[in-house]
């Protein structure tokens, strides 16, 4: 059944400031911003909770600059945002490839990184690439401002670290040095929730990350180990079977998973030394 939206409380802040007060003195309160995956939620009454904060008219949450040799992206940075945006292109090119295979146009043009981040959702197609990027969560309430590594975000399915009182501001990039790479697997090119995701980055220090593979997005320390040894593709691509905990699910099969996962780290590891960079997505 679906929700009845008359029933839905809606505040609209004026400022961040505003917006971290009324989380500390009226919540709890849901955020929302570009509403792609939330809209979806209360169409289908999955989403329970009768208050929301809309972020939408916070400027200060959409910018994309450089401070230093860090890549600062505001939370409200849409995909649009992040395809169309030089600095992004340049310094972390494998976020605009993720971006473009976001939905549609429309959802690109509504979505956002920090909506992405904060859904928490294990398939979320930009959040491979910010666990290699090695990229740090900004978060802030009325009383102070705490950044939380990427890799520390994630505490189980769709559950994060924040506080109730708190909103992503902001996602901090450090310079990424290698070659990046980045590829999703769906049933179609585009529009379609991801069996698997992968972005990677090989040398000077190769590492590596899934989504769709387990309850969140994953690093592979020990499959990057075992390449950094020396290791043959096939010794990889065994301890990448091994390393992974995917699920069968209405889109796929653990199995078919797995599969996948090792065939992607064989196509990154052969473009890669080629020093190409794939794109897109393909069924598989």
């Known amino acids: ?11 609209q802040p004026q400022s961040l400031a505003e917006a971290l ?69 340049r310094r972390l090119p494998i976020l605009a490839e993720a971006s473009r295979w976001v939905g ?16 928490a959702s294990p398939a979320g197609d930009t959040l491979p690439v910010l666990a290699v990027a090695e990229a740090t969560v900004v978060l802030r309430s009325t009383e102070s401002e705490r950044r939380v590594p990427f890799g520390s975000f994630y505490t189980g399915y769709r559950q994060t670290v924040m506080r109730p009182d708190e909103l992503i501001v902001a996602i901090e990039v450090p ?19 991801s069996k698997v995701v992968m ?16 309850p969140t997005v994953v690093r592979l320390p020990r499959t990057e180990a075992v390449l950094a040894g020396g290791a043959t593709l096939a010794e990889a691509q065994a301890v990448l079977v091994d390393e992974i905990q995917p699920i069968d699910d209405l889109r796929s099969t653990a199995v078919y998973r797995r599969r996948v996962s090792a065939n992607l780290l ?3 590891w052969s473009e890669t030394a080629r020093r190409g960079r794939s794109r897109g997505t393909e069924p598989q």
């Open 21 to 89: 007060r009324l989380l500390r003195d009226e919540g709890p309160l849901v955020p929302l911003a570009g509403c792609t995956d939330l809209y979806v939620g209360l169409h289908f009454g999955t989403v329970h909770a009768p208050r929301f904060l809309d972020l939408q008219g916070l400027r200060a949450l959409r910018g994309i600059r450089q401070h230093g040799d860090t890549l600062v992206i505001g939370a409200l940075a849409t995909y649009s945002d992040l395809i169309a945006s030089p600095l992004v292109r």
């Open 1 to 11: 059944m679906a929700t009845a939206l008359s029933r839905l409380m809606l505040l």
């Open 199 to 214: 972005a990677a980055v090989r040398a000077p220090r190769t590492r590596i990350a899934l989504g769709s593979v387990a």
């Open 104 to 119: 549609s146009p429309q959802i690109q043009n509504r979505g956002t990184l920090g909506g992405n981040v904060a859904n």
């Open 175 to 193: 310079p990424v040095e290698g070659r990046q790479w980045f590829r999703k697997v769906g049933t179609r090119a585009a529009q379609a929730i």
């Open 266 to 268: 064989a196509q990154f």
